[in-house]
């Protein structure tokens, strides 16, 4: 599983970046320094957080502790875990029954395809899985859904065009419990008319959820697209102010040059960072692993 992640991730705008740079400098010195503070901050970890860890290298080095490259790589990878550790809190859906995951996030950053992937993942473990097209603003995400679905032998849950999405998600959860189901999965529009239109609608959904079950949803698990680094953070700031976020997904950070946003989230948010997305298909979201990711992106 290990070597998946580098493979997936060894092919990144910023792990290659990363491992040029240490080819290009074999010798310890501050122009080093320099460059890994601007490749870690054009991924996107953010100016501070890239300022502060490469002041902190910087210093050491000054001080002779690092013997060569190699012990200074050392060190940063442990400092780059450390600062993902905490936000490697894996979603453990076996705590209610059904087990509820409300998922949010904006259109196009990869929701839909994250839901075929847990409900594939789910299935996996032995789980039975409800979907609730609660997506009725765009029609082609409920076909999207269906798909999803079929190909899994989830059951998909919708209503008619226009349905109201609280509606959806209500009967939804009514069917995953008269059927014993152990977790549900419920999609949400990625775009209202305004902001007010996705706040009124979210907390809708979360009320009626809770006239079944008070505790629901028991995650809300927001998709977030890694290829758009700085602009990520926006989004959870926004999302932040409409609904209680309980945890990411960070996708397609296979091939991007901006993964280093995964840094920036954990820094700013601390929000669990539940799975990744290094791919397109099935099999290719990944529980969230500091080492395996910071490993993934190390020459
Ligand atoms: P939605 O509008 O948020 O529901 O987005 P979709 O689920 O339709 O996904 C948008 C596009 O992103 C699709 O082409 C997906 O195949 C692609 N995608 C989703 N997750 C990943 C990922 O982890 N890696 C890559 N490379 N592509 C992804």
Redesign the pocket.
């Known amino acids: 599983a290990r070597r998946s992640w580098r493979e997936r991730l060894s092919g990144s705008g910023f792990a290659k970046s990363l491992s040029s740079l240490f080819v290009r400098h074999p010798k310890l010195d501050d122009d080093l320094l320099d460059e890994l503070e601007t490749a870690l901050i054009t991924a996107d970890v953010g100016v501070e957080a890239s300022t502060s860890l490469v002041e902190g290298l910087r210093q050491r080095m000054h001080k002779r502790e690092f013997a060569d490259s190699a012990a200074l790589l050392a060190s940063l990878r442990a400092e780059l875990i450390a600062l993902l550790k905490p936000v490697e809190r894996p979603l453990d859906v076996g705590t209610h029954a059904p087990f509820v995951v409300l998922t949010v996030?904006?259109?196009?950053?990869?929701?839909?395809?994250?839901?075929?992937?847990l409900a594939r993942r789910y299935t996996d473990e032995g789980r039975s899985v409800v979907l609730a097209a609660g997506?009725t603003f765009?029609a082609a995400?409920v076909e999207?859904l269906k798909t999803w679905g079929d190909r899994n032998k989830v059951a998909v849950i919708s209503q008619g065009q226009d349905a109201d999405s609280a509606s959806v998600i209500f009967d939804a959860l009514q069917t995953a419990r008269a059927r014993g189901v152990q977790v549900m999965i419920a999609?949400t529009a990625?775009r209202l008319h305004t902001q007010g239109g996705l706040m009124d609608e979210l907390g809708k959904i979360a009320r009626v959820m809770k006239k079944l079950d008070p505790a629901a949803p028991h995650e809300v698990l927001m998709?977030i697209?890694?290829t758009t680094g700085q602009n990520a953070i926006n989004q959870v700031r926004q999302f932040l102010q409409i609904v209680g976020v309980t945890g990411l997904v960070v996708?397609?950070?296979?091939?991007t040059a901006k993964g280093g946003v995964v840094f920036a989230l954990a820094r700013e948010f601390g929000l669990p960072i539940r799975y990744?997305?290094?791919?397109?298909t099935a099999t290719?979201?990944r529980t969230f692993d500091a080492e395996a990711f910071v490993d993934g992106l190390l020459p």
């Open positions: 996030g904006i259109n196009g950053v990869g929701k839909t395809t994250t839901i075929g992937k997506d765009r995400a999207q999609d990625g998709v697209d890694g996708t397609k950070l296979d091939g990744v997305g290094l791919g397109e290719d979201l």
